[in-house]
C-alpha cells in the first residue's frame, strides 16, 4: 500500500503525530460524528485539537477515478480551504490530508484544526425567535456576497456547512466546512441566487436576506426576492417529493 500524505508548513513539526494517530483512527480521539459516509473525531496532539474526518472508502471503480482522474475528497478540502483563506473566506485552518492507495484509493483523511463555535446557521431555521436572528442573516448575506464576488461557487451551501461564532457588538464570523464541492467560477445573478437554495429559507428569512443582497449587488430588491424564492421553493418540493416516494416505497 502507498500513501500521500501533505501537511501545511505550519505543522510540520508535529507532522509525524499527525501520521501516527491518522494510523491509529480508529482508536485515538473521540467521535463527533459517526456516519454512514464519513466519520469524524476530535484529536488532541501536542495540546492542540483537530478535527480529523475519515471519508467513505470510495467503491472500485470510484477508487480508480480517484486514484489517477479525479483529485480525492480529502485533497479537495486541503485546497480549497487554503483558496477560502487566500480569498479572506473563514473555514477551520487546514492541516494537512493522506491519501491511502491499493490499486485505486483505499483510504483519504482531511485534518483540520478544531473550530469552537456558537452555533451554525441551521439555529436560525429552527429558532424563528433566536437573539438578534434578522441581524446574523445580513451578516451571512453579506458573507455569501463575498463569496460571490470572489468567484467561489460553494455548492453544498447548505445549513450545516456554516459554523456562526459570536463575536463583540453583534458582529459575527461565518465558517464554511465540508468543502469538497466547490466551483471557482464567475457567478452571474441566476447562479448566485440559486446558491441559496440549498440553505431550506422561509418566507421570511428570504425577504430580510432578498433586501440586503439587493443592495449589495445593485438590483431590484424585487427582482432578488423573485428569483430566490424561485429556486429556493422548487428545491424544497423536489426535496419533499423525493421523500414522500421513499415513505411510499
Given at each position: 500500500m502507498s500513501?500521500?500524505?501533505?501537511?501545511h508548513?505550519?505543522?510540520?513539526?508535529?507532522?509525524?503525530?499527525?501520521?501516527?494517530?491518522l494510523?491509529?483512527?480508529?482508536?485515538t480521539g473521540e467521535y463527533?460524528?459517526r456516519?454512514?459516509?464519513n466519520?469524524?473525531?476530535?484529536?488532541?496532539?501536542?495540546?492542540?485539537?483537530f478535527?480529523?474526518?475519515?471519508?467513505?472508502?470510495?467503491?472500485a471503480f470510484?477508487?480508480v477515478?480517484?486514484?489517477?482522474f479525479?483529485?480525492?475528497?480529502?485533497?479537495?478540502?486541503?485546497?480549497y480551504?487554503?483558496?477560502?483563506?487566500?480569498?479572506?473566506?473563514?473555514?477551520?485552518f487546514?492541516?494537512a490530508?493522506?491519501e491511502?492507495?491499493?490499486?485505486?484509493l483505499?483510504?483519504?483523511?482531511?485534518?483540520?484544526?478544531h473550530?469552537?463555535?456558537?452555533?451554525?446557521f441551521?439555529?436560525?431555521?429552527?429558532?424563528?425567535?433566536?437573539?438578534?436572528r434578522?441581524e446574523?442573516?445580513?451578516?451571512?448575506?453579506?458573507?455569501?456576497?463575498?463569496?460571490?464576488?470572489?468567484?467561489?461557487h460553494?455548492l453544498d451551501?447548505?445549513?450545516?456547512?456554516?459554523?456562526?461564532?459570536?463575536k463583540?457588538?453583534?458582529?459575527?464570523d461565518?465558517?464554511l466546512?465540508?468543502?469538497n464541492?466547490m466551483?471557482f467560477?464567475?457567478m452571474?445573478?441566476?447562479?448566485r441566487?440559486?446558491?441559496?437554495?440549498?440553505?431550506?429559507?422561509?418566507?421570511?428569512m428570504i425577504s430580510?436576506?432578498?433586501?440586503?443582497?439587493?443592495q449589495?449587488y445593485?438590483?431590484g430588491?424585487k427582482?432578488?426576492?423573485?428569483r430566490?424564492t424561485?429556486?429556493?421553493?422548487a428545491?424544497?418540493?423536489?426535496?419533499?417529493?423525493?421523500?414522500?416516494r421513499?415513505?411510499k416505497?
Amino acid at each position: 500500500m502507498s500513501e500521500k500524505f501533505i501537511v501545511h508548513p505550519e505543522y510540520e513539526n508535529i507532522a509525524t503525530h499527525i501520521k501516527k494517530a491518522l494510523k491509529n483512527f480508529s482508536k485515538t480521539g473521540e467521535y463527533v460524528v459517526r456516519g454512514e459516509r464519513n466519520d469524524i473525531k476530535k484529536i488532541t496532539i501536542e495540546s492542540t485539537v483537530f478535527n480529523v474526518k475519515k471519508f467513505k472508502t470510495p467503491n472500485a471503480f470510484q477508487s480508480v477515478i480517484y486514484r489517477f482522474f479525479r483529485k480525492s475528497k480529502a485533497r479537495r478540502s486541503y485546497e480549497y480551504a487554503l483558496k477560502l483563506i487566500d480569498s479572506t473566506i473563514k473555514t477551520p485552518f487546514p492541516v494537512a490530508y493522506l491519501e491511502r492507495f491499493q490499486g485505486g484509493l483505499r483510504e483519504s483523511f482531511y485534518i483540520s484544526l478544531h473550530l469552537e463555535y456558537d452555533f451554525d446557521f441551521r439555529t436560525l431555521i429552527h429558532e424563528p425567535k433566536f437573539e438578534n436572528r434578522d441581524e446574523i442573516l445580513r451578516q451571512f448575506t453579506q458573507f455569501t456576497f463575498q463569496l460571490h464576488e470572489h468567484d467561489i461557487h460553494f455548492l453544498d451551501h447548505s445549513p450545516g456547512n456554516t459554523l456562526i461564532v459570536k463575536k463583540e457588538s453583534e458582529l459575527y464570523d461565518f465558517y464554511l466546512i465540508d468543502l469538497n464541492r466547490m466551483r471557482f467560477e464567475k457567478m452571474d445573478f441566476n447562479k448566485r441566487m440559486r446558491n441559496f437554495r440549498r440553505l431550506w429559507l422561509s418566507k421570511t428569512m428570504i425577504s430580510v436576506m432578498a433586501k440586503e443582497y439587493a443592495q449589495l449587488y445593485g438590483i431590484g430588491e424585487k427582482q432578488v426576492l423573485e428569483r430566490m424564492t424561485h429556486y429556493s421553493r422548487a428545491f424544497q418540493k423536489s426535496k419533499n417529493r423525493k421523500k414522500l416516494r421513499r415513505r411510499k416505497h
